[in-house]
């Protein structure tokens, strides 16, 4: 634990003026990102005595080892420089948000030529149009199902669309009349696209206009006596009412706005946002956080904000954002916002009306949220505490391990061998450091020597992060770390050390763990092992396995660990198997891309003919010089083709003349 005033900044040293500040702990990871108006009057308060502090920020700068800022113009840049930082470095220490589960959203891939409409989940992308989040999924497929009636827009797979335009033929939705049938041409690319349009500005609020102009439409067709188009006008307008009816009016208005509520303990802050577009609930979704820095209401909405909107533009964000307490910085955040939207935005605190009462409604939402996460989290907290402790018990361990990480080795008959790495912290995955390692000392399969390779890898890495410190001498230990690269304050991927090491299989893969970790010097992390049959618990140097009752959380939580660390091994084996498997003999080609694989193939029909081709004739594909063109002539004569297939029903040989995929040989059988 540091001593802050080791490391505090010389009297006038710091500016007084705008900028954002970084704390890096003793292995120079940045554990605390902030920002201010002025860094001299900000740093300075976090190096008074330490009694005085927030517990939270006594912790962070007594675990600080360094403290380093850089000067901004003005607060719109502290800001977005402090999201950047935010976003890249991962700080320990900083309030992150994270979606208590994915909410899915209505999206309109309008970047495609056919746009089609389906349910989203996950990050956005370029050129598709968002409505929501909603609650569930299946919230999202009635209002669709009601909508197609009126806009009748794709919703099938690309699968399904290109099978469909091969024979000729649409799918169930096309024969009732839910999809205009783009694949075998019932309408234009044209008339698709404005019917998707239609459908975007219906779920945008604009929906007024359009019932309008059906009612026109649907009397016109009476007075014309053409009942059958009245009544069918009719229905459209009662489907898209109904559609109207699920998302409730609750701004007279016709307000777009977002009302971000906070409510809050101690230890922990949820948040609840309503999406309000149209004056109607478009969609709602819900946020928990450790409260781990001193930070009020308004630094809760502040960071809320940032993470709401860091990566929106245009129509995603509101005209107005109504919140519960106005930042520091509402003028900088309503620039920044603004710059976001392309116009003005309004940051207010509802007063009266309609506005207040939706926003006590959020507010309530957001306390229900947190009494739940809380009921949930408590009873995981105990069952996970239980599972550490009987762990360190039953492995004789002078504390909880706190951070688990467990190895497995996969392969296929002994080719593709691969091993896995999953981490475990406070009982909990997380999945972001999960690596994976292909075997590269030898070849074959040798499970025990895998795991002495892999285990001497890992911990080879966290020797170079201490090695950055001066906190391990290479000449200590019989293995060097090798050269370490130049630091840069991201979260590194070796750079935590395990309090227990996790091996799947019995002795001899415990023994070899233990022995990669003794030739480094590592004396300091426990290492067991769990085998599959009997489910028994081996350490190292003993005869006899440890067994835990059947019914210990200790063992759950180990045998969690373990299938979790055989899932993503098998998973990667599998990948690497199969790209194996694709793999021609152009793929061995050093520079040759996709791009002029597929030239090649598509120039020549197939790889069969490309083979028989002279260096001249290669040439000639655009893009091909000379020198790419003997070493293509050179790779495919030293792969050796497979012998012709033969068809089994008829004992005829196979001619291979049909056009190989790119970047895949066209000889049956052979790999590379």
Known sequence: MADPSSYRPAAGQVPDSPGVYKFRDEHRRVIYVGKAKSLRQRLASYFQDVAGLHPRT???????????????????????????????????????????KSYPSLAVTLNEEYPRVQVMRGPKKKGVRYFGPYGHAWAIRETVDLMLRVFPVRTCSAGVFKRSAQIGRPCLLGYIGKCSAPCVGRVTPEEHRELAEDFCDFMAGRTGTYLSRLEKEMHAAAEEMEYEKAARLRDDMGALRRAMEKNAVVLADATDADLIAVAEDELEAAVQIFHVRGGRVRGQRGWVTDKVEAVDTAGLVEHALQQLYGEEKGEAVPKEVLVPALPEDTPALNQWLAERRGSQVSL???????????????????????????????SDLTTRSRALEEIAEALDLDSAPLRIECFDISHLQGDDVVASMVVFEDGLARKGEYRRFQIKSFEGQDDVRSMHEVVSRRFRRYLQEKLKTGEWDPEDAEAGAGEVPEDDGRPKRFAYPPQLVVVDGGQPQVAAAKRALEELGIDDVAVCGLAKRLEEVWLPGEDDPVVLPRTSEGLYLLQRVRDEAHRFAIQYQRNKRGKRLKSGPLDEVPGLGESRKQALVKHFGSVKKLRQATIDQICEVPGIGRKTAETVAAALARAVPAGPAVNTATGEIIEDETPAPAGASSERGTEQ
């Open 58 to 100: 006594a912790t962070m700068v007594t675990t600080a080892a360094s403290v380093e800022w850089t000067v901004v113009s003005t607060e719109v840049e502290a800001l977005q420089l402090e999201y950047s930082w935010i976003k890249e470095y991962d700080p320990r220490f900083n309030v992150k948000y994270r979606d208590d």
């Open 348 to 378: 207010r605190i509802p007063q009266r009306g309609d506005k207040k009462a939706l926003m006590e409604t959020v507010h309530r939402n957001a306390l229900q949220s947190l009494a739940l996460h809380k009921t949930k989290r408590a």
